[in-house]
């Protein structure tokens, strides 16, 4: 009697969590304090580009952090989205926007398929140089074929009407909370995909594909899962990126540079970490902006525009290399070690 | 007939130019197994410190002698910051530290000499000769010719010298390298340096080609399919990639190009090093790595 009781309540014991406290308060306060406080230059230049890097991130996270297959075509992927969703919402215009950005995500994920192809043959660099053929590619498509664009005249998308249920979203509040809450639902849905056994064998693949392929994990199945997954979210993200932030693209909008930002957002951020991609893209986006007020301040505007880019350049490439000498799983690490010392401190273990 | 195989030759002079950025690639690959995406901003910023000196009224020998003391220094400045600190790590690692590097190079090389575009002569006339009736670019010529007294050098250098037995050693088996006495860092110094040297050839012939300006340094881009045909660790396999991504870009854009749009030769090396991916997956002359759990 006792022995089937013990058993009966096991499990609940097992299963039994701490109440995140600390994510809670971030979600009072992204949903309730910001929109009640925050301003309209916040929210369009810092919040909403961090929220959408922090998804394009993810995105890259899940192919190269966790599946580790370098990819330098993230902005590529971004690309299709944009320009699939804009397809959509003008072409069928009924189905409205929830719909509209899955597809736009939808068709990215084939496209990023497609493009993941190679892996299933090509590792290590070779794959990383048809990620760049898909960048180039891609951005190709978009400049050359006017119906992507619906033949406007400078090749760009002009923003559609972004409305949900009848609510009209083209304020910087509405724009916020759509990418606020596109980007909480996938990030949820990132983190049971990393803890299934979907994300244990993109690990196991990770850590060395021969071994994988081994113990009989499907490995080309999964690589190209990964592929699919990663440009679906990289799709949303660039749909995002065109529509909530910028509010018109084009092709330029998603070149190279974009996609070694993203790039660089998982190496500060921390490759393999989901927490690490909003960590990243926060330092990634701010960081421009804490430099040219300190430029404002230090030389008073005598320094000129194009010398301060070239400072900033060489402050991210010298923080790229610090970071990957001294803490190769990045900003986040940094921030659970801290967080361990001030658990203990004064004391040490 | 005369147009296909003018295009064709001219796209084969055009590929020694691709091949000799290449070349950098294969030289640091091969003797650290660092796939260096700063090739692009050495072969910059060797080009800006030659034309800078070059305008400061700088005699053309002075100023190219100057220039490689400048990029041997920064090889040695290399290897102490940023690659002896990130030993024994992945190659993924290091692949993303020459990112960071390539920005840091960009960045310094116009920060202190400028964004704008600078002409480079090198008294090379850049007029057509006609060989056995076709057209060729005169310059494209001695580019070639470039490309090919390069190649003899360092293949002397490789085969013939106690440094290239060393580098040999090196890129064959570090481990066993190191056992032996080799200075793996002085090996690392002395082919980042050469791999400058390369770049400032290379960089000079570009230059020349369509003026010192940022956008020398995506030609980098340019050189990865040429990689990915001959493969990372064969010096003859970049010339050869060379002459295949030359030859065919030049013929695709004039007989594929017009049928889809155009402009189809930022990618159409990629899917073309894609292609012959596919058939072999290192690459022409590239080493096959066999894979053990």
């Given at each position: 009697m006792s022995i089937s009781l013990a058993r009966e309540t096991a499990p609940s014991v097992l299963i039994q969590r701490r109440v995140p406290f600390g994510l809670l308060g971030l979600?009072?306060?992204?949903?309730?304090?910001?929109?009640?406080t925050g301003n309209d230059y916040w929210l369009n230049a810092i919040l909403i580009p961090f929220l959408v890097l922090s998804l394009a991130g993810l995105g890259l996270n899940l192919l190269t952090g966790y599946t580790g297959q370098t990819s330098v075509g993230a902005a590529g992927f971004m690309a299709?989205?944009?320009?699939?969703?804009?397809?959509?919402?003008?072409?069928?215009?009924?189905?409205?926007?929830?719909?509209?950005?899955?597809?736009?995500?939808?068709?990215?994920?084939?496209?990023?398929?497609?493009?993941?192809?190679?892996?299933?043959?090509?590792?290590?660099?070779?794959?990383?140089?048809?990620?760049?053929?898909?960048?180039f590619f891609l951005e190709w498509l978009f400049v050359k074929f006017?119906?992507?664009?619906?033949?406007g005249s400078s090749g760009t998308l002009s923003a559609p009407k972004l409305a949900l249920f009848g609510h009209d979203l083209n304020t910087p509040l509405g724009r916020y909370?759509?990418?606020?809450?596109?980007?909480?639902?996938?990030?949820?849905?990132?983190?049971?995909?990393?803890?299934?056994?979907?994300?244990?064998?993109?690990?196991?693949?990770?850590?060395?594909?021969?071994?994988?392929?081994?113990?009989?994990?499907p490995v080309v199945r999964y690589k190209h899962l990964a592929f699919a997954v990663s440009s679906f979210y990289l799709g949303i993200a660039g749909a995002l990126w065109a529509f909530a932030y910028l509010g018109t693209a084009s092709a330029s909008s998603f070149d190279i540079n974009r996609s070694f930002q993203i790039l660089f957002i998982i190496i500060i951020g921390g490759m393999g970490s989901i927490a690490g991609n909003f960590v990243g893209a926060a330092f990634i986006s701010l960081l421009p902006i804490l430099l040219s007020h300190a430029g404002q301040a230090l030389f008073g505007g005598s320094v000129d525009a194009g010398q301060l880019q070239n400072l900033q350049k060489i402050i991210f490439g010298v923080l790229i290399i610090v970071f990957l000498i001294k803490e190769p799983e990045g900003l986040i690490r940094l921030l659970s070690n801290l967080r361990q010392r001030l658990s203990h401190w004064p004391l040490r273990f | 007939m005369t147009f296909f195989f003018e295009t064709l030759l001219g796209g084969l002079l055009a590929g020694t130019m691709y091949s000799l950025v290449a070349i950098g690639f294969v030289l640091i690959?091969?003797?650290?197994?660092?796939?260096?995406?700063?090739?692009?901003?050495?072969?910059?910023?060797?080009?800006?410190?030659?034309v800078s000196l070059h305008d400061q009224g700088v005699p053309f020998a002075l100023a190219l002698l100057l220039t490689v003391v400048v990029m041997v220094i920064g090889a040695l400045l290399i290897e102490r910051l940023v690659l002896r600190p990130l030993v024994n790590r992945s190659q993924i690692t290091l692949f993303m530290a020459t990112l960071g590097l390539s920005f840091i190079i960009e960045g310094l090389a116009q920060g202190l000499m400028g964004s704008q575009v600078r002409a480079l002569d090198l008294g090379i006339d850049d007029v057509p000769v006609f060989i056995g009736g076709m057209m060729v670019s005169q310059f494209d010529l001695i580019a070639a010719a470039a490309a090919i007294v390069l190649v003899t050098v360092l293949a002397l250098l490789f085969n013939k010298t106690r440094i290239g037995v060393s580098l040999r050693a090196v890129a064959?088996?570090?481990?066993?390298?190191?056992?032996?006495?080799?200075?793996?860092?002085?090996i690392w110094q002395i082919v980042w340096a050469v791999a400058g040297i390369v770049g400032l050839v290379a960089g000079l012939l570009w230059g020349a080609r369509q003026g010192v300006q940022f956008s020398l340094s995506l030609v980098v881009l340019k050189a990865l399919p040429v990689l990915i045909i001959g493969g990372f660790t064969s010096i003859g396999g970049a010339i050869v990639g060379g002459l295949i991504v030359g030859a065919a870009e030049n013929l695709a854009e004039v007989y594929i190009g017009p049928l889809i749009g155009g402009g189809i030769t930022p990618w159409?090396?990629?899917?073309?090093?894609?292609?012959f991916l596919y058939i072999r997956p290192a690459g022409l002359f590239g080493e096959r790595a066999i894979e053990r759990v």
């Open positions: 979600l009072l306060i992204a949903f309730i304090v910001v929109p009640l299709v989205g944009a320009f699939a969703t804009y397809g959509f919402l003008l072409r069928l215009p009924e189905l409205g926007l929830p719909v509209a950005l899955l597809g736009g995500g939808l068709i990215s994920a084939v496209v990023g398929f497609v493009f993941g192809l190679p892996s299933s043959r090509i590792k290590g660099f070779y794959l990383m140089v048809t990620t760049l053929a898909a960048q006017p119906w992507f664009y619906n033949y909370l759509l990418t606020l809450t596109t980007v909480l639902v996938l990030t949820w849905v990132a983190v049971n995909l990393v803890k299934s056994q979907i994300g244990r064998n993109w690990m196991a693949i990770r850590d060395m594909d021969t071994a994988a392929a081994v113990i009989g994990i | 690959y091969k003797a650290s197994g660092v796939f260096n995406f700063a090739q692009g901003a050495m072969l910059l910023f060797a080009a800006l410190t030659f064959d088996d570090t481990t066993a390298a190191l056992s032996i006495g080799i200075n793996l860092n002085r159409f090396a990629y899917v073309l090093a894609l292609a």
